[in-house]
Nanobody, 121 residues
Framework: QVQLVESGGGLVQAGGSLRLSCAAS????????MGWYRQAPGKQRELVATITSGGGTNSADSVKGRFTISRDNAKNTVYLQMNSLKPEDTAVYYCNAIIQERRLRPLFNYWGQGTQVTVSS
C-alpha cells in the first residue's frame, strides 16, 4: 500500500519562507510525476507546481519566481520551497504522485493527507 506523508507546514509571517516535504513509501515500482496542490477555505483545489521524473517543472503563475519544486528520486520525495510568502498563499497543501506499484501494472494517482500553511499579514 502506498502512502504519501507531508511535513513542513506551519505559521509564518508575510515575506517569510517554508519548505514542504512529501515522502512516498510502500509498494513502489516507479513514480511518474509528483506535485503540490492547495485548497483555501471556500475555494477549489488548485495546482501549485508539478515535476516529472526527469525534472521538468510546471507551476502556477501566482507562485512563479517565489516557489520552487524539486525531487529526490532516490528518496521518493518531493519538496516545495516557498519564499516571499503572501497571506493569499494560506491554504492546505496537498502532495500528489502518479505511482506504478508493480512492473506492467497501471499507474494510479495518490494524494497526501494535506498540511496547513498559514501566512499572517
Amino acid at each position: 500500500q502506498v502512502q504519501l506523508v507531508e511535513s513542513g507546514g506551519g505559521l509564518v509571517q508575510a515575506g517569510g519562507s517554508l519548505r514542504l516535504s512529501c515522502a512516498a513509501s510502500g509498494s513502489i515500482f516507479s513514480i511518474n510525476a509528483m506535485g503540490w496542490y492547495r485548497q483555501a477555505p471556500g475555494k477549489q483545489r488548485e495546482l501549485v507546481a508539478t515535476i516529472t521524473s526527469g525534472g521538468g517543472t510546471n507551476s502556477a503563475d501566482s507562485v512563479k519566481g517565489r516557489f520552487t519544486i524539486s525531487r529526490d528520486n532516490a528518496k521518493n520525495t518531493v519538496y516545495l520551497q516557498m519564499n516571499s510568502l503572501k497571506p493569499e498563499d494560506t491554504a492546505v497543501y496537498y502532495c500528489n504522485a502518479i505511482i506504478q506499484e508493480r512492473r506492467l501494472r497501471p499507474l494510479f494517482n495518490y494524494w497526501g493527507q494535506g498540511t496547513q500553511v498559514t501566512v499572517s499579514s
